[in-house]
């Protein structure tokens, strides 16, 4: 941008010197107050008579006129390529200094909830493209570890020390994209990941699916009955980050508050008197729509809704609900590849 506004200037009054007449003086006095440079909005030849004079009578010949021309092109030519160097230099520099420095210079640190299934999708979605991390575990009362963040949730995913933000139109932090379900990859990359004509389609239909309807189907089975809440939370406690009185707290009031609202969660989300038929129709379903002739949705590998779903019911391993849905359903096989997958023997 600036290189071409300084070839239009240089232009201009190259064009300005090569068409400039010999200069023939008749009155110097009525001349040289309307001379001026206008591309620096400065009036010249203000100085006294005898200056203006000599200036004016000291004008070239014919001819000499497109020769100072032309080597004004010529030195403004060498300084127009010296800029445009220098320019894309700085630019190609700027870019390299801002580009996020990834391999092994990239720290990913998790915070999270163990127990949390939208943060066991991001632990699975990191495990299975080995990308190493390190996990910060919050404590769901105080959440002294993620003080720092106005986003009081988790998960919070941080790279390199920095929280990854975006800003919307009026330059405001958002925390839920619009589009968070399409995937903007190349079109190389594209042709590879969803080679099917509808690959992509299935993808993001079923990782809505998991988001809203799959998950809301956790917490009916797991704190269905007084023992199981128990003994979920008696996970919870053993697996998160407690202190004693808290996790004391937690195992017993919590486990008996969270029966009572799974009712609830039962009535709000239209579920069946017996909520693990609602969990064994929703895997029977996935695997149906994964087929007989393929190991994942993706085909030969996972994609992000096998990531999806896997992480979702991840959370209920070592619950009874997890056991009779493993033992009552179709997803074992699917679910063992997922753990291969991920490299998350259990």
């Not at 002739?293 to 096998?306: C, E, H, S, T, Y």
Request: charged share 25%; glycine share 8%; with cysteine.
């Amino acid at each position: 941008m600036m290189a071409a506004a300084c070839a239009r200037a240089l232009s201009k009054v190259a064009r300005l010197v090569l068409d400039t007449p010999t200069c023939r003086v008749t009155n110097t006095a009525a001349l040289v107050p309307k001379i001026s440079m206008r591309c620096q909005a400065r009036a010249y030849g203000t100085g006294g008579a005898g200056f203006r004079a000599r200036t004016l009578l000291s004008a070239p010949v014919r001819g000499s006129g497109r020769v100072l021309g032309c080597a004004f092109l010529l030195g403004g030519g060498f300084g127009l390529y010296q800029t445009v160097k220098l320019t894309l230099q700085r630019h190609l520099a700027e870019e390299k200094s801002d580009a996020p420095e990834l391999g092994t210079d990239l720290k990913l640190t998790l915070y999270q909830y163990k127990t949390c299934p939208f943060c066991s999708k991001v632990r699975a979605f990191l495990d299975y493209h080995g990308l190493p991390y390190e996990i910060v575990e919050v404590n769901p009362v105080m959440r002294q570890e993620i003080k720092w963040s106005t986003y009081r949730k988790v998960p919070i995913l941080m790279v390199n020390g920095t929280l990854m933000k975006a800003k919307n139109d009026r330059g405001k932090d958002v925390i839920e994209f619009g589009n968070k379900y399409w995937v903007m990859v190349r079109d190389t990359d594209a042709d590879h990941l969803y080679p099917g004509k509808d690959t992509r389609k299935e993808e993001i239909k079923w990782r809505k699916w998991a988001d809203e309807w799959l998950v809301h189907l956790i917490s009916p089975n797991v704190y269905r009955t007084p023992t199981e809440a128990l003994a979920s939370f008696d996970y919870i406690v053993r697996e998160g980050k407690f202190g004693t009185f808290e996790g004391f707290f937690a195992k017993y009031f919590g486990a008996a508050a969270m029966w009572i609202i799974s009712k609830r969660l039962k009535n709000r989300h239209h579920l069946q008197d017996d909520v693990r038929q609602d969990l064994y129709k929703a895997v029977n379903d996935w695997v149906l729509a994964i087929g007989k002739n393929k190991k994942f949705m993706g085909g030969d590998q996972p994609n992000l809704a096998d990531l999806a779903v896997f992480g979702v019911l991840r959370v209920m391993e070592g619950l009874q609900a997890f056991d009779e849905m493993m033992e009552h359903t179709k997803v074992k096989n699917w679910y063992r590849r997922m753990q291969k997958a991920t490299q998350q023997e259990s």
